[in-house]
């Protein structure tokens, strides 16, 4: 309904959108939307749009409308130089905004307010860009961005906004503008690296410009809420699956200047070590929709930039190598190895022909990890003792998987678990192929792997796995919940083991006080020893991040294996508990001048004590499909 009781502004609210404007300006002071209409408040609250800017037509840059006229669905502003504004809401999602008398290439910009949800432009004109040549430029490259119109802008934990006109000729120009007050070095006196690449994510704001080269006396744009964007979920589901909903599309925020999805949208995505996460979480999606489209062929280009730009002559691909020489005899992220092995096979369930051209690459970088096994025993050591974690100066002696707190070492359980399952998928997908030699190779060394995993793994004192082994031949094994889960889920352990080991975490759970775990699953249950990781308290003491914090992304594997297990109703419970904090609080936290205030990860009470916006977070919503929904992985699309 529109409301005019204010004499500056005048305003529209409903369960999905709710728009202010000035009277005196013809400017949109306040945009809010809520894509799943279930009337929180939040969109009524947080302006979408940054304050003092807004959106402005170019008609009124010099002159100020003379009279707003107010009618039953809209309002027209009219200047006195003869031009007008008209904005029509044509239903309780829909505002058409047509603007008469356009002398300018500018006719509509909005400034986006970063701080509270940092968006991302979908547009079919940035895909196809990229789907048409791979070395089109260096990926570290910044530059504005051009978009064919419809685009789609997603604001997490809000939902999407499609915008189009008709008129042809609209296209626009997204820009990122730091903030001239507020530059310089935010996140800590060390983080003068990755993290300060897109400074204005941090403290600037990002400028969107509807522009038409042609003369168009009159132009309308057509703003659209969305519903909510995600995969159809593979059960009858109720309210309790709303989380879901909601958060999907959040673990896809793209890097602006890189246009690819890392761990962070600081961060590159190329050649990272969460892109098997994002490969596993568009096998489930659907062509119903063009924004899932556009996410995978966006993704393509990823993958093939990190084999392009990050695989080195050994095979190893890595974030560090983008546009380097290797130095070190291996490098810090030691999993986009494998993880760029599992995302060309989980590209190959949906476009088969460019998995073609990436196989190459997939199958140099599988051969580096078979390499790896130095004492041919089955299990693949990396190049770091696991006795001693270095500072970050120390070069060629810090080891860094996902858990990169924490000291990993020699015989690593997580990285193994990857390097298994890229050789054991990449194996099917080459026997799908008729390549029957080359994927018998992996699987005789599969082979050795699943003979000798649980005797290497398994620690008789706590009777669970453990971290991981160093060179030394210590265990170190804090009760970590990945480590028993992976396993579980690659079936590197008996179905029946794997619920004894995953029944005596939940019991030690509750015994540390964690509740009904909705905020997350802790990694590990016991505190690690402070020799074990690094030395920073504010992230690593215990119950702070890593440490015994709990995050949405050691979820996946957690309650994937408790449903495969048997443990249904105990992982209904936690999974509904964690998908009820997500749908109602804030879980994208954007990014902000320092680290453990983001809620990507919580302690056990709740408090933030993230990273800096963590996508990688909420990865265990795919669990719905994989567990719960008890579809096969990589699944089948169609």
Not at 149 to 171: M, R, T, W
Not at 445 to 464: C, V, W
Not at 490 to 503: Q, V, W
Request: with cysteine; glycine share 8%; proline share 4%.
């Amino acid at each position: 309904m529109i409301e005019n009781r204010h004499k500056k502004y005048v305003a529209f609210n409903s369960s999905f959108l709710s728009a202010t404007f000035e009277k005196d300006t013809g400017k949109m002071a306040f945009l809010g939307i809520e894509s799943g209409g279930r009337n929180r408040d939040r969109h009524a609250t947080f302006n979408l749009l940054l304050p003092s800017c807004g959106a402005t037509s170019s008609i009124f840059k010099k002159y100020k409308p003379s009279v707003c006229e107010v009618t039953d669905n809209s309002f027209i502003f009219k200047g006195e130089n003869g031009k007008s504004s008209t904005v029509e809401f044509t239903n309780d999602k829909n505002i058409l905004w047509s603007i008469d008398g356009i002398t300018d290439k500018d006719i509509l910009r909005m400034d986006l307010a970063i701080k509270t949800a940092p968006p991302t432009v979908w547009s079919e004109s940035v895909c196809k860009k990229k789907k048409k040549t791979l070395k089109s430029r260096n990926p570290l490259c910044a530059h504005k961005t051009k978009y064919s119109l419809p685009i789609y802008i997603h604001f997490p934990d809000f939902g999407f906004l499609k915008i189009e006109s008709d008129n042809d000729g609209v296209y626009c120009v997204e820009e990122m503008l730091k903030s001239a007050e507020r530059n310089g070095l935010g996140l800590g006196y060390g983080n003068y690296e990755y993290h300060t690449h897109m400074n204005a994510l941090h403290y600037g704001s990002c400028a969107i410009t509807f522009r038409s080269d042609a003369p168009s006396n009159r132009v309308t744009l057509r703003l659209t809420v969305l519903d909510e964007i995600y995969p159809t979920l593979p059960f009858d589901n109720d309210d309790s699956w709303n989380g879901l909903k909601r958060c999907w599309m959040n673990s896809f925020t793209l890097n602006r200047k890189h246009f690819d999805m890392g761990d962070n949208i600081c961060l590159t995505g190329i050649a990272h070590l969460s892109v098997h996460m994002k490969s596993d979480l568009l096998q489930v999606m659907g062509e119903d929709k063009p924004v899932f489209d556009m996410v995978r062929r966006v993704f393509e280009n990823q993958i093939m930039n990190g084999f392009l730009y990050g695989q080195v002559e050994d095979g190893e691909v890595n974030f560090d190598y983008v546009g380097r020489k290797k130095t070190n005899p291996m490098c810090d992220f030691i999993d986009s190895t494998p993880g760029s092995v599992i995302a060309t096979v989980g590209i190959s369930k949906w476009n088969m022909e460019f998995a073609k051209r990436l196989l190459p690459y997939a199958i140099k970088a599988a051969d580096f990890i078979m390499t790896l096994d130095t004492d041919k025993d089955g299990i693949f050591e990396v190049p770091f003792p696991g006795d001693y974690i270095a500072q970050e100066e120390e070069v060629g002696y810090r080891q860094r998987n996902w858990w990169d707190n924490f000291a990993f070492g020699h015989k690593d359980i997580y990285f193994n678990c990857l390097c298994h399952r890229a050789l054991r998928e990449l194996s099917e997908l080459l026997y799908s192929l008729h390549r029957e030699k080359e994927a018998e190779k992996y699987k005789a060394q599969l082979k050795k792997f699943d003979n000798a995993f649980f005797d290497t793994f398994y620690n008789p004192e706590s009777t669970l796995l453990s971290g991981w082994i160093s060179r030394n031949g210590k265990h170190h094994d804090y009760m970590f919940t990945f480590a028993v889960s992976m396993a579980i889920d690659e079936g590197l352990i008996p179905e029946d083991e794997g619920r004894r080991m995953l029944l005596l975490l939940l019991e030690e759970m509750k015994k540390e006080g964690y509740g009904d775990l909705r905020f997350g699953i802790p990694g590990n249950v016991k505190p690690v020893d402070p020799a074990d990781t690094i030395d920073w308290p504010c992230m690593s003491d215990w119950g702070q991040y890593e440490n015994g914090g709990l995050c949405g992304m050691n979820g996946f594997h957690f309650l994937s294996s408790m449903y495969k297990v048997g443990l249904d109703a105990e992982a209904d419970e936690i999974f509904k508990a964690i998908l009820k904090t997500y749908d109602n609080d804030f879980t994208h936290s954007g990014l902000m001048p320092g680290y453990v205030s983001s809620v990507d990860w919580r302690t056990k009470n709740g408090v933030p004590c993230g990273y800096n916006y963590l996508a990688d977070n909420y990865y265990f919503l795919l669990a719905a499909f994989t567990g719960k929904g008890r579809i096969s992985h990589p699944a089948i699309v169609r």
